[in-house]
Every structure is written in C-alpha cells, then in structure tokens.
C-alpha cells in the first residue's frame, strides 16, 4: 500500500461559499415558485422551480460532508466505496468528494503517552476499540479520524525480565515516534498503536535477556563470541540504541519512524533486591579492602627503604617482620590504633 498525498482539493472556502450561495438561491427558487403559482403566471415554471428548489434544499447538506479542515501536523485518510482515494496532510481547507469517508482504526484507542489524555489532564490506559456511532453529520467522524503526524512518546509499563543471568529485573522505556506513512499506518495492521506497543514489549524482551544487570565475567553481549563489560546500568545508551533499531525494524510495515527509545526505569525485581543489594555492598567492600590493602603494602615498603637507605635504624629480620605487621595493623584496622610502647628489648 502507497500512500497518495492529495493536494489539488484546498479549495473548501470557496465551495462553502458556493453551497451557501445555492441554498439562498434555493429557497429563492422555492419563493419565487410560490409566488407565480399564486399570481396565476404560467404553473410548470413554477411548480419547476419549486420542486428543484425543494431538492436541492432537501439534500443539498450531503454536500457540506465534502468539507474537511486540518491543522497542522494532521493527515486524514479517505476511502470511497471501500477504495483507497489519498490522504490529506497539510493543513488546510480542503473539499473532497463528500461520500468520502475517512479512516482510521486506531481513533479510539488510548495509549499512555502524550496525546492520549483523559479531560482531567491524566492519562489513558489502553482501552477497547469500542466506541460511540458517529452522528451522520461526519462533523464527529472527522475529528476522530485524523491521523496525527506529531511526535508522541510512548511509556509502557514497567515489564519484569530475566536479564542474561537469570537474575528478574523491572526496566521501563519511553519511545519517541510518529507516524510516517499514513496507508501503511492504516491498512497494513489492524490497529497501529496496539502494533506499536506489543513490538515495543516484544524488543525490550528480545534485547535486555542479552546483557546482565550489571557487569559480569564471560558473557557476549555483543554476539561476535567475545566476552565484553556490556551491562544495562553501565551501558544504557547502548542498550537503548538497540531497542530502538529493533523496534524500527519490526514497524517499519506500518509506516511507524522510531526516533529515540531512553530506559526509565531500572531495578531488581522485589524478590532479590535485599540480596542483589548486599552482594553490591560485599563486592564494594572487597574493592575497598583491596584497595587499602595495596596501599599499606606500599607504604610499609616505602617505609623500610628509607629507614634502610637513611640508616636510621639497622632492623634485622624479626623486627622487620614485627615492624610490618604493626605498620599493617595500623593502616588496614577499621578504627584508630592504639599503640603499646615497649620500654624493654623484644630479646
């Protein structure tokens, strides 16, 4: 399906004031009529120009239909009879065939995303495609149909995944998109919003079991069969680029453009949080300790080239080793030392 822009019908203003015109000229028609069949003048005239008159009076609404007005940033796409006719998409005043009816399968569905928000400002959880009869007027359907071409964020849910470990964490996405193609939107997929929001939870799943919670040893998340520092704490915008690209490429039939997908939200499920949180914690205190460890391992190596090259103190192997393991005890203890001094020899 290609979608056909229709550009050559902005002349609504103009047929509005022509329909207006032939609806004076009709009831005119219908006075006239009457008058000349009281005064006695010749009747066929008469009765013609009132017949015609009433007609046109009559059904000369249907007309009206074949008005249509967009702002900017909308599309309206038509059918006639059930055939694909154009769509609509600058903004405008536009005249089409008035039994032209326009389309749109999504109207009634509410994603939560800017756009489709309740009256109160709050916004909408998916909802049912039921809806309301449209009034013959087309006034209602017109509105309701139009296909918005603005740039819409989409928040899905927070969804509960297994990462590559095993380990279920929550991880929530804002994708940014707009319709591109108007056809393809419309009668490629049933429902292009619903389309978009089920390809949006069926990537995140696809591209978060690749990669761990945070950095591990010996996982691939690249699949070129090397073992990477991947992880979605530490590689977020990677991991976002490739949602997007894997959205995109599930959307692309429906004339859907992905422009940006960002990760909200991002945790350990409920259930292993706790655990999660003391193994950050015990891992961070190894990283210290060793740390510390190292530094003091310095410093009492520091410490004894000096004294040696300076000759301060000639040590031999036991009060070397007696030295270290005080320099030790008082560079790697949790609180401040409290030093003995010994008057005496240790011999």
Not at 18 to 40: H, N, R
Not at 48 to 76: R, S
Not at 99 to 104: D, I, K, P, R
């Given at each position: 399906?290609e ?70 940033q ?8 059930g055939?694909?006719v ?6 405008g ?7 032209c009816v ?12 800017s ?11 998916l909802?049912s ?8 007027s ?21 969804q ?5 470990l ?30 978009l ?5 069926s990537?995140?799943?696809n ?18 069969g ?25 959307v ?15 945790a350990?499920?409920?259930e ?5 949180l003391?193994?950050?914690q015990?891992?961070?205190i ?15 190596e520091?410490?004894l ?27 790697c ?15």
């Amino acid at each position: 399906m290609e979608e056909k822009v229709l550009k050559k019908n902005k002349n609504g203003m103009a047929m509005l004031l022509l329909f207006i015109l032939l609806y004076i000229a009709s009831i005119g028609a219908i006075i006239a009529g009457c008058i000349m069949v009281e005064s006695g003048v010749n009747k066929v005239p008469a009765i013609i120009l009132i017949v015609v008159g009433g007609v046109y009076a009559l059904v000369g609404w249907i007309f009206f239909l074949g008005l249509k007005v967009l702002k900017p940033q909308e599309a309206l796409v038509l059918t006639l009879f059930g055939k694909y006719v154009g769509t609509l998409k600058d903004d405008g005043f536009y005249y089409v065939n008035p039994f032209c009816v326009a389309v749109n399968p999504a109207a009634a569905t509410k994603l939560n995303q800017s756009g489709d928000v309740a009256g109160d400002g709050k916004k909408l959880d998916l909802a049912s495609m039921a809806g309301a009869a449209i009034s013959a007027s087309g006034s209602l359907e017109t509105t309701n149909k139009k296909v918005s071409l603005k740039i819409m964020t989409l928040n899905n849910s927070r969804q509960k995944i297994n990462d590559c470990l095993g380990n279920p964490i929550e991880i929530g996405i804002a994708v940014m998109w707009k319709v591109t193609d108007t056809a393809k939107a419309v009668f490629n997929v049933d429902n292009y919003k619903e389309y978009l929001s089920l390809q949006c939870d069926s990537a995140l799943r696809n591209i978060v079991r690749m990669y761990p919670y945070d950095v591990a040893e010996n996982v691939d998340t690249t699949g070129d069969g090397i073992a990477d520092e991947g992880s979605l704490r530490g590689s977020s915008e990677i991991v976002a680029e490739r949602i997007r690209k894997e959205i995109q490429s599930k959307v692309e039939n429906a004339g859907l453009e992905i422009i940006e997908a960002r990760i909200t939200y991002l945790a350990y499920a409920p259930e292993i949080a706790a655990v999660m949180l003391q193994r950050q914690q015990a891992s961070a205190i190894i990283d210290a300790r060793k740390m510390i460890v190292d530094g003091a391992v310095g410093m009492v190596e520091m410490a004894l080239d000096r004294l040696s090259e300076k000759q301060v103190v000639d040590l031999d192997e036991e009060r070397k080793a007696a030295m270290v393991s005080n320099l030790l005890v008082v560079l790697c203890g949790n609180k401040d030392a409290q030093p003995i001094v010994n008057s005496g020899s240790l011999y």
